[in-house]
């Protein structure tokens, strides 16, 4: 079955820093990979989504990149604010298309 | 746009009661809806996948006799937890995409369920 591992249960930044997250994977490489920002005693929201044959996706201070051939990606929010502080988890795409297997997390906490 | 809620948000019951957890899409239908359980900090993992009008598909391991779900209409999915036990004590939580259009999902703000 797919394993997904994310770097690091938590990660501390300086505000203005870029956060860098990663998320490894195993076996298939998924059609999809997304990723989900999620508060404590909250549902996951959707951040961004990149497809396998796309190599990097922007949304305004979010960029994912999406190696295929590492099976990884890279998640930055760039100028980090005390507001990003979260749990960014990564989820693929798995057998059925629309099913979703998640990373373990990892919980983000920005400093001023 | 795509607003997925739920209710109750928490509940609390003795053991060996059933749980009646509810999970609607607010602004558009949805033929696929997702459950997932999430133990403290933990990630997510799929319970079971309901489909509008047929049997929810359970992932390997979910006793379908003790979380029953129904998926009787194209905004509302329901997950029952029966007989519950202290071991099922959990955050709950449904999600649905926008069948057709991409693979994100939406998710529900989670029922935190205590089983006493």
């Known amino acids: 079955s797919q394993k997904i591992e994310q770097n690091s249960e938590a990660l501390n930044i300086q505000e203005g820093k870029t956060a860098t997250l990663t998320c490894n994977y195993t076996?298939?490489?998924?059609?999809?990979l997304q990723w989900y920002r999620q508060d404590p005693g909250r549902g996951p929201v959707f951040l961004l989504l990149i497809r396998e044959n796309e190599k990097e996706k922007r949304k305004e201070r979010l960029k994912v990149t999406f190696d295929t051939t590492l099976k990884q990606s890279l998640f930055h929010i760039t100028a980090s604010q005390p507001a990003d502080s979260a749990t960014y988890l990564c989820a693929l795409n798995t057998g059925t298309a629309s099913k979703l297997t998640f990373g373990t997390g990892t919980r983000l906490q920005v400093t001023l | 746009g795509a607003v997925v809620s739920q209710h109750p948000s928490w509940v609390i019951c003795k053991s060996g009661t059933s749980v009646k957890i509810e999970c609607r899409s607010l602004?558009?239908?949805?033929?696929?809806m997702f459950w997932y359980r999430q133990f403290p900090k933990q990630s997510l993992m799929l319970m079971a996948t309901?489909?509008?009008?047929?049997?929810?598909?359970?992932e390997q391991g979910v006793e379908k006799d003790k979380f029953l779900i129904n998926h009787a209409s194209l905004t509302l999915s329901t997950l029952t937890v029966t007989s519950a036990h202290p071991e099922d004590s959990s955050f709950y939580i449904c999600s649905a995409n926008l069948q057709g259009f991409s693979y994100e999902q939406y998710f529900g703000p989670g029922t935190r369920l205590t089983v006493t």
């Open positions: 602004d558009f239908q949805a033929t696929t």
């Open positions: 076996n298939y490489s998924p059609a999809y």
């Open positions: 309901s489909n509008e009008g047929s049997k929810a598909t359970y």
